[in-house]
Structure formats: structure tokens, C-alpha cells
């Protein structure tokens, strides 16, 4: 039976890439815990993109058999990678401190995005976790997804670097679309207010880009306490603040409009290599 997205497009996930610019923001707990909000309604995979520094399978105590360098040298398929996790969400992990996996071949990059087009056939959503930082990988990734999720907190340093990350996705390769998610906030206005921030200067430097504000999930210490206990934020403490601003962004989500999905990953890939040569 060929699969069906919340947008009754067939066999046609809608993927987000998750990127911070700066490291630390806590965007591998929101792509493990948005994942799993939406997999409650729906068929998710998430994707450890950071290709150097795996976490989600630690986040969660899961013991990776293969890794994705297992399929770059021939040893295994895509399919025999993936995990399962919590309400059968489905985690593709990436490769610990693998320092090559972190700069791909085009080739590579083809290969893999082959095989995950077909992994990715009946899913509803794929997220993307990638690196922080503004490297290849992580361009690559935020061009070969539909919606682009940008992770930062109220620290200056977060702002800056969100915004360079944007600026160099625009400038070098005409991405218009972002969402905003504002962490560990310390008031609830916070989040708006650091969204209206970012829009100014993004308005005044780099013009007609279309930043969405997604919302503000509140600095929580329970989200420690499920790191600790390996367990999604969302399981172990579901009223918790910080749970219940996810699972409002989780709604955001589902109910986003998206112009037109285009085949899968490999598509992307394919338009990738032709932005790339
Ligand atoms: N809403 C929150 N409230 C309190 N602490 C948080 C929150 N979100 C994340 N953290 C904490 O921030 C730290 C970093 O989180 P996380 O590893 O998810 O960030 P990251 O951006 O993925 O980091 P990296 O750059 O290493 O990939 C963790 O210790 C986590 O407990």
C-alpha cells in the first residue's frame, strides 16, 4: 500500500531540517521531541544529521548496531540502520565521532540520498537534525529539505549566528522560507520579542525573506532530568512547560500549508548536484 501524507500526497514525506548556527541551543531535544509529538498521528523518521557528533540514539539509550558509514562502505543497507524508538518513532543515527563521514563525497551524498528516498516512502515527516554551524553538511541538508527550522535562545551569540546561517542560505542559494523556534526563554513575551529582533535585521540586510515565528519554549529543568533519564521530554513529563510549548508548535506544524511537495529526498539531491556543479 503506497503511503499518504497529512497532505494526502503520496509516498511524499514533508521534511524539516532542524539548524541552530550556534551549538548547545538545545536542538537535538526539540527534533527528538517535536518528532515524537507528531508521531503520535503520524509515520516520522528522524534523521541524526549531525554527521560528526551523533546524539538523538544517546538521548534516548538506544545502542546503534550499524551506522551510516556501515552503508557508505557497502557493509549494510539504509533500512538495517534505522531504530525504533519511542510510540515507533523511527531514528536513522548517525555516526559518532566518524570525523571522515563529516565531509562527504557528492557521490556519497547521491548515494545516501538514493537510499533514503527509499526509506522515506510511506512516511508523513522526516526531521532533519543537523550539525551546528554553517558547514557543507549542514547547507546541504537545509537545501534538501521542503521547510527550514531554525533553533536559537535569547543569547546574543545565538542571534548572531542564526542569523549568519540564514544570510548565507539566502545569499549562495536563494532559500527564502525559515521558521523561528526561540529556546529557553525566561518569560513568555521573550520569545516574540527576540523573533521581532532577528526579523528587523533581516528585513534591513537581506530583504524579502520570509521568517515565520513558530513560537518560544520556556528554559525548563525537566528537560535535563529527561536527558538524564533518557526518556523524551514529552513521555517523562508531558505537562511540563516546556512539553507543552512543543506540543503547540507540534500543532503549528501539522497544520502548515506547503506550496507543493516534490517527489523525495532524491529529487532534492538531484537539484542539489545541479546547484552545486
Ligand atoms: N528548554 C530547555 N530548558 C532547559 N534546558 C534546555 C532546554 N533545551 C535544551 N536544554 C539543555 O541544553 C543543553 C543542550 O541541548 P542539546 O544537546 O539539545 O543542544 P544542541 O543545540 O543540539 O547541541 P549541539 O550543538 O551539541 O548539537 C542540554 O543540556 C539540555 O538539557
Known sequence: MPGYNSLGLENCPKVFTISSGKGGVGKT????NISYALCERNEVLLFDADLGLAN??????????????????????????VLTGP???????AS????????????????LLDSFDRLTTGLDYVFLDTAAGISENVLYFN????????????????????????????????IKR??????MIKRPSQALE????????????LGSISLNF???????????EAIRAQVPLLELFPNSPASQAIREIALEIANMKTDKLEGGLQFFGRKIMGVCA
Open 214 to 224: 513558530l513560537g518560544g519554549i520556556p528554559a525548563d529543568r525537566r528537560v535535563s
Open 178 to 183: 525559515f521558521h523561528l523556534v526561540v529556546n
Open 143 to 174: 537545501l534538501a529539505s521542503h521547510e527550514r527550522i531554525l533553533i536559537c535562545t535569547p543569547e546574543p551569540t545565538a542571534l548572531t549566528d542564526v542569523y549568519a546561517l540564514i544570510k548565507v542560505l539566502f545569499k549562495y542559494h536563494y
Open 96 to 111: 559518532s565521532g566518524i570525523v571522515k563521514l563529516t565531509n562527504l563525497s557528492e557521490s556519497q551524498k547521491m548515494m
Open 87 to 93: 510510540r515507533g518513532l523511527k531514528i536513522l543515527p
Open 194 to 205: 527576540i523573533y521581532r529582533q532577528l526579523l528587523r535585521v533581516v528585513e534591513k540586510f
Open 56 to 81: 538523538v540514539d544517546v538521548l534516548l539509550g538506544l545502542s546503534p548496531k550499524f551506522h551510516i558509514g556501515d552503508v557508505l562502505a557497502g557493509r549494510c543497507q539504509l533500512e538495517e540502520v
Open 29 to 32: 531535544t526539540f527534533a527528538l
